[in-house]
């Protein structure tokens, strides 16, 4: 269950190399996730509230 805050999808694997056209989601305490678009992604909370 999320936090507070803005996610971002990332690479599983490398999560540093970016992902192209990732989704942003703002999600509340207590939301599910939605699905990511492909199963290799996860999401990462977005620290600096930027997409």
Do not use: C, I
């Amino acid at each position: 269950m999320p936090n507070n805050g803005t996610y971002s999808e990332v690479g599983e694997r490398a999560f540093h190399m970016g992902v192209n056209d990732p989704q942003h989601v703002t999600l509340q305490k207590g939301d599910t996730f939605p699905p990511t678009t492909n199963q290799n992604r996860k999401w990462k909370l977005d620290r600096q509230g930027k997409h």
